[in-house]
């Protein structure tokens, strides 16, 4: 029986893993500056993250949330001191569609309205809601379409407070950093000025860290270079470096109510110990290394545009770049990241790479071109 044929898939079969490498069936080593989608964060294999996850496993891998399981608020308390945030809640699902959905659902509880207003060329995910709020109507089933959301431009106070002032917006989610919709990013003053909103209509704020959180950005959240307090955070991908782990940080301000919210898997034992880990500068590591990239960058004159920050970066050319990204997969064995603009490459690389990997890049990328 043959899987169900949904993905547009390189012709690669990696069986290892180590740091910003994978090798596939034959041994050849590919240089990943994709990360599965900006899941790996440490790098593949990392020693500590295996050991950890072992000595879990050797333990106790699962039970379900029946039981207390302090490993959470390890988790829980470990984020909020690396992120400074103050004294946001944790609750664990599985992925960063799930966290969406969550956050989606939590807002309508907490406001007692149902209606989204997302950003134009927004991805969040493929679950009903997480879709919904998705800016791609080829991924938009009949079903999703019945979520009632409105969206609107990065940046258009004007169209956001019309939108408002109709009074049945329970949430304003946004991404700081856009991922598959091309690396853009709202203005300082716009986000800045969701705090008045949040106030004035009751809305809730939900900041999608998904993609940009846990230092990919230069800082632990991306929405941290703006002024505002996040009525609710999701959080996924480089989480757990590969583990299948997600969760949303709520606001103090939003009480937890018996029953509202549950998961079978989410917060097991070995997804806390995947995701606890310290921080070792690289955060401020991400920030040195995109001034490493975009100095390079600014020498191609072919590269029309450098765009994103810290280590979620992209590339933007004024051709289709699928060619050029086949390219340096079979011809330079380097794998990057395509986005909804076809003209753009996404890099995406585990934060524990170093100003070497660039060099091989773009001197495979000068060959390429």
């Given at each position: 029986m043959k899987t169900f044929d949904v993905y547009n898939q390189f012709d690669v079969v990696p069986i290892k893993g180590k740091d910003v490498y994978v090798y596939d069936e034959f041994n050849n080593k590919y240089l990943d500056l994709y990360g599965g989608h900006a899941v790996i964060s440490i790098g593949h294999s990392e020693k500590k993250y295996v050991k950890n996850i072992t000595n879990q496993l050797n333990n106790i891998g699962f039970y379900s949330n029946a039981v207390r399981n302090p490993l959470q608020d390890k988790l829980s308390n470990e984020i909020n001191l690396?992120?400074?945030?103050?004294?946001?809640?944790?609750?664990?699902?599985?992925?960063?569609?799930?966290?969406?959905?969550?956050?989606?659902?939590?807002?309508?509880?907490?406001?007692?309205?149902?209606?989204?207003?997302?950003?134009?060329?927004?991805?969040?995910?493929?679950?009903?809601?997480?879709?919904?709020?998705?800016?791609?109507?080829?991924?938009?089933?009949?079903?999703?379409?019945?979520?009632?959301?409105?969206?609107?431009?990065?940046?258009?106070?004007?169209?956001?407070?019309?939108?408002?002032?109709k009074g049945d917006a329970c949430a304003i989610i946004f991404e700081s950093i856009q991922g598959v919709g091309g690396l853009d990013q709202p203005d300082e003053d716009f986000i800045n000025g969701l705090a008045y909103y949040q106030k004035k209509y009751q809305v809730s704020i939900i900041a999608d860290e998904v993609q940009s959180g846990f230092c990919r950005s230069g800082q632990f959240f991306a929405f941290q270079k703006f002024n505002i307090q996040p009525d609710i955070i999701t959080i996924a991908k480089g989480m757990g470096n590969g583990f299948p782990v997600g969760g949303i940080l709520v606001n103090p301000n939003i009480h937890p109510q018996k029953g509202i919210l549950g998961t079978t898997y989410g917060g097991n034992h070995l997804a806390c110990v995947a995701s606890l880990r310290k921080k070792n500068n690289i955060c401020k590591k991400a920030l040195e290394l995109e001034s490493y990239f975009k100095n390079i960058a600014s020498k191609f004159s072919s590269i029309k545009k450098v765009k994103g920050r810290g280590l979620m970066l992209g590339i933007e050319f004024d051709f289709d770049v699928s060619e050029l990204r086949s390219k340096l997969v079979y011809e330079h064995k380097i794998f990057t990241g395509s986005s909804s603009n076809k003209n753009l490459i996404r890099i995406l690389p585990p934060l524990s790479i170093k100003k070497n990997h660039f060099d091989i890049f773009f001197n495979a990328l000068n060959k390429s071109l």
């Open positions: 690396q992120a400074d945030l103050d004294n946001y809640k944790l609750f664990m699902c599985n992925s960063g569609a799930e966290a969406v959905e969550n956050a989606l659902k939590l807002s309508s509880f907490y406001t007692g309205k149902k209606r989204i207003i997302a950003f134009k060329n927004s991805f969040h995910g493929r679950t009903s809601a997480a879709v919904a709020v998705t800016d791609n109507k080829y991924i938009n089933s009949e079903l999703n379409k019945q979520h009632n959301v409105s969206f609107i431009e990065f940046n258009d106070n004007t169209k956001l407070e019309i939108e408002l002032d």
